[in-house]
């Protein structure tokens, strides 16, 4: 099945392959699938070239290969075996496009899966956290499972922002204009002139154009409104990733959910089944219904056709991510949707009020999206509960759970990828959820597994001191301490990670709730060493005053050299930490975490958990694969963070320190190595998007 845009991505990728030498064309193909960046040796393919100008080049291989040196592609060209590797990364693309759709569904009715954020890869940044990574991970996922999937988002012109520190800790925002023309994107066309269409908005019709990345087998489709004839507001709704201001994220939560459902008819795509990954999309649901109004149905029968056509999954029970509207503003914004569903305004509020009626009360996406859907889903099973109390009333159906899960050939580092490899034969990613399969770490003896751990932490350090180094030079802090990141993270040390968006309730300010306590860890004799990283939204003060409270101890001993923040967090650094850091830490105050994935990637590389019992870990904990913090039944929120900080402390002074540093005869600490063994096997099966995308292919996308 050929989806639309197929042939304006041949021929951009074309004009690259004409650029360069014969024997490289392939790899100017490749370039146009982000396939590559989970094929094994894929991103080591491009990486080859020319190191650094590849990290100059954000890791984008359009980009990389249209300003390359013409003599270092004819060298390239020359290389024999570069040119294979290349010819081998096009063919296995070809063979995948060719498979046969996977049992139950058909090539030409996919599931249209639509997310304001797709975290696929660094040169793409179209995301924010956890909720866009978890959406690029399911489009890989479908794409190895041959399931016949289309993404559907917005194309960010300037993405999410890039962070930098100043000297006392505090947060700056920049944003960087993207060069679609050297992405791997393509715009799409049909009789030579982009497809266009329109959505309403304002009481005006906004253009949009669609542009059109493949991850894989799956196309994702962006649309974007820099198109002659918007005005510089029009314009701005897809300039910036959940813009600040409410008037325009309404506009592109309309652009998202009303656009993307236009844009797939124009298109010619017929969705077997709507996937709504969060409630921005919600709208959706209405476009779809004030269709079948225009066609000569009455809104209740068109709600309810449409409802059997949408699947709903909520990601978080915060305020801030169950955003609501009020009626003026939908008034302002959406001016001509209420006749168009055939019904008064007043009717339309209420389709997303938790207490219809109620005329206090706004729009709700998320309520507006469980009403719209056949099925809603949480994330873990702890979520499904949390979200059943807080929508009870609202659904019409028992919202159920379907726990998160990460592409395991995207999150697993070279060092564990090989040793499994060793074991399983190549190709075994392709079984992962199978926990047969996961018994292989009995047969794996300790000290390979921990050969394999110092090595992801070897590199991790080596990564983390070079951006340490640059990070201190750039906010000019005093050469001494720029000088300690660079010496003083060492290789062996225990390394504890804590990255993830900053919001205030996943509470990073617990790790230093008692300062004194907490510097003991540093000290000798078993140190450890500290690795935290993240972006607060810019409009959370109280998120960007945790980081700079962290900032004031860096004048304490060993803090210099033994805690690092590494600033502009992203999917390269998420990458790096969560492949070497020894333990990961997650503290979310229950129940507020909904899922939480980082902790199952770095799970996946050997990495032991100490998290609040919340998400997923409710489910993946079982007092032998790491630790947890269990707060009990305290109710206030002082008490709780007093309360589950104490118990942190605790658990890494008596049992995480001692059980890193205790060594046998060969250097090995085995009470550690175990707990690594017990994780991987009860946490790989479990917590891997095989496992996920498979619930969904049979509980949710296929209709009972
Ligand atoms: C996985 C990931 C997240 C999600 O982290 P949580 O710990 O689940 O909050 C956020 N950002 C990036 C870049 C990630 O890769």
């Not at 168009?340 to 339309?348: D, F, H, K």
């Not at 990495?607 to 609040?612: A, E, V």
Request: glycine share 8%.
């Amino acid at each position: 099945m050929e989806w639309p845009g197929a042939d304006d991505l041949r021929a951009a990728a074309d004009e690259l392959a004409g650029r360069v030498p014969a024997a490289l064309r392939p790899l100017a193909r490749v370039a146009y699938n982000y396939r590559w960046t989970w094929q094994p040796g894929g991103p080591e393919l491009f990486a080859s070239l020319d190191p650094h100008r590849w990290e100059m080049c954000g890791q984008n291989p359009v980009r990389q290969l249209r300003e390359a040196d013409p003599e270092l592609l004819a060298r390239a060209a020359e290389d024999g075996a570069l040119v294979a590797r290349a010819e081998a990364a096009e063919a296995l693309v070809r063979a995948e496009a060719d498979r046969p759709p996977a049992s139950g569904f058909t090539a030409d009715r996919p599931i249209a899966f639509f997310c304001s954020e797709f975290g696929v890869h660094v040169s793409l940044p179209l995301y924010a956290g956890g909720l866009g990574v978890l959406a690029g991970d399911l489009l890989k996922q479908a794409s190895d499972a041959a399931l016949p999937m289309v993404g559907v988002g917005l194309f960010y012109r300037y993405g999410y922002f890039h962070q930098r520190a100043d000297l006392s800790g505090l947060q700056h925002e920049f944003w960087v204009e993207l060069d679609s023309r050297r992405m791997p994107v393509v715009r799409v066309t049909r009789d030579g002139r982009p497809v266009e269409i329109r959505t309403g908005l304002w009481g005006q019709p906004v253009r949009l154009q669609i542009w059109r990345a493949d991850i894989g087998a799956v196309p994702l489709y962006l649309l974007d409104a820099e198109v002659a004839g918007n005005d510089p507001v029009q314009r701005w709704l897809t300039a910036r990733l959940y813009d600040g201001n409410r008037t325009i994220r309404l506009g592109q939560y309309a652009m998202l959910g009303m656009g993307g459902v236009r844009a797939l008819a124009e298109l010619g795509i017929q969705p077997a089944a709507y996937h709504l990954n969060e409630g921005h999309a919600a709208l959706a649901g209405l476009e779809l219904a004030a269709r079948e109004v225009a066609g000569g149905a009455d809104f209740a029968s068109a709600f309810a056709a449409t409802r059997k056509r949408i699947v709903f999954t909520t990601h978080t029970p915060v305020p801030a991510g169950n955003e609501s509207y009020t009626a003026e503003q939908v008034a302002t914004g959406l001016p001509d949707l209420p006749a168009r569903l055939g019904i008064e305004a007043p009717a339309l509020l209420d389709l997303g009020r938790a207490h219809p009626g109620d005329s206090r009360e706004g729009l709700g996406l998320t309520p507006l999206a469980i009403r719209s859907s056949r099925r809603t889903n949480g994330v873990s099973m702890r979520h499904g509960e949390v979200a059943r109390q807080m929508w009870e009333g609202v659904a019409h159906t028992p919202i159920g759970a379907i726990t998160n899960g990460v592409h395991l050939p995207t999150w697993m580092g070279p060092a564990f990828r090989e040793l499994f490899e060793r074991y399983l034969g190549a190709g075994w990613e392709a079984r992962a959820a199978d926990p047969a399969l996961w018994e292989v770490v009995d047969r794996i003896s300790d000290a390979e597994l921990w050969t394999a751990r110092n090595r992801a932490r070897a590199r991790l350090i080596g990564v983390a001191r070079a951006r340490s180094l640059t990070d201190r030079l750039r906010r000019g802090e005093p050469i001494e301490y720029v000088r300690a990141a660079a010496s003083a993270l060492h290789p062996a040390r225990l390394t504890i990670g804590f990255a993830r968006r900053l919001a205030s309730y996943k509470r990073l300010g617990l790790l230093v709730h008692d300062p004194p306590r907490a510097l003991k860890l540093l000290d000798e004799p078993n140190p450890l060493q500290l690795l935290f990283a993240g972006k607060a939204h810019p409009s959370d003060e109280a998120a960007k005053r945790i980081v700079q409270a962290m900032f004031m101890l860096k004048r304490a001993e060993h803090v210099a050299e033994r805690v690092v923040f590494l600033e502009d967090y992203d999917l390269e650094l998420a990458h790096e930490l969560v492949a070497g850091c020894d333990l990961w830490v997650n503290l979310p105050r229950p129940p507020l975490e909904a899922s939480g994935t980082s902790g199952m990637k770095s799970a996946l590389n050997g990495g032991l958990q100490l998290s609040s019992l919340d998400g997923w870990w409710v489910e993946g904990y079982d007092r032998d694969n790491g630790w947890a913090v269990d707060g009990g039944e305290v109710a206030d929120d002082v008490a709780r963070d007093a309360h589950d900080a104490a118990e942190l402390y605790r658990i890494l002074e008596e049992e995480v320190v001692p059980q890193f540093y205790d060594r046998d005869a060969d250097g090995i600490p085995r009470a550690w190595v175990a707990r690594m063994r017990a994780s991987l096997r009860t946490l790989g099966p479990r917590f891997c998007a095989a496992r996920t995308l498979r619930e969904y292919m049979t509980q949710v996308y296929r209709p009972a």
